[in-house]
């Protein structure tokens, strides 16, 4: 078992369920980025989502785009993340899971990206872009340390299966059709949508898109294994740049 793996079985054990947060690396600054990654920890947050700044992140909505595009405008690299999460290894061994777009792997080389998070005790990977059907010759690189994180969405029906087969750590279920942070609510056949999950697989499901409080997610509890909060965090980071003790409230807040 990774430290993914191991976390839901800590949390099963203890009838809970997983706070999985969402930052964007470099925002406000990357300095910062690793502040805050051990403030979340400390605030009860038990996996830690680090989104890797791209220029055209198609499943972002407004508020962490301007995160990514504020990091990049700020002259954030790869290898400063990459720097960044081995400083924060040091101290921590919270699940650290990569938010990032296939471009930047493909770019970087897959070979060597795969490596270096393997190297810097990255625990899995979220790709939005990177459909099933492209997966092998990402695939072929990871070995039990690394975990591919499936995402689902409500019309991902018959593909589900398809898409968890041999996939380990959890299945990240989107909740609704947009794009993160919106307020369009939750898909109105949210519960139906993750029995069918469970169907399909026995690895735990976390739900996330645009979800805020707590109070959202209740009614869902017996469904789900863990719950993403992203927008409404990055909102607050960059509304208190200075005193981060607010986000610290804020994530405190989120703990079931």
Not at 51 to 80: C, E, R, T, W, Y
């Amino acid at each position: 078992m990774n430290r993914i793996e191991q976390k839901f079985v800590e949390l099963k054990n203890k009838n809970k369920k997983a706070l999985i947060t969402f930052t964007t690396a470099g925002h406000p600054s990357i300095e910062k980025t690793k502040e805050i990654i051990l403030l979340k920890e400390k605030a009860g947050a038990d996996i830690i989502e680090i989104g890797i700044p791209f220029s055209d992140p198609l499943a972002d909505g407004p508020v962490i785009q301007a995160s990514s595009m504020s990091a990049l405008k700020n002259g954030l690299k790869v290898k400063d993340i990459f720097q960044m999460v081995e400083e924060v290894r040091k101290e921590t061994e919270i699940p650290l899971i990569f938010l990032v777009y296939f471009n930047t792997i493909f770019n970087y080389g897959i070979k060597i990206f795969i490596s270096k998070c393997n190297s810097i005790g990255i625990d899995g990977l979220i790709i939005p872009d990177l459909p099933y059907e492209e997966e092998n010759e990402l695939v072929e690189f990871l070995d039990d340390s690394l975990y591919l994180i499936p995402l689902i969405s409500p019309v991902s029906k018959e593909r589900v299966k398809k898409i968890v087969n041999n996939k380990k750590g959890f299945i990240y279920c989107i909740t609704s059709l947009g794009t993160t942070g919106q307020d369009d609510g939750f898909y109105k056949n949210t519960k139906e949508y993750l029995k069918s999950v469970k169907d399909a697989s026995d690895l735990p499901i976390a739900i996330g898109f645009g979800i805020k409080t707590t109070e959202q997610i209740k009614e869902f509890i017996p469904f789900i294994d863990g719950y993403i909060v992203g927008s409404k965090i990055v909102q607050s980071i960059e509304e208190n740049k200075e005193n981060l003790n607010e986000v610290e409230k804020l994530v405190a807040s989120l703990v079931l």
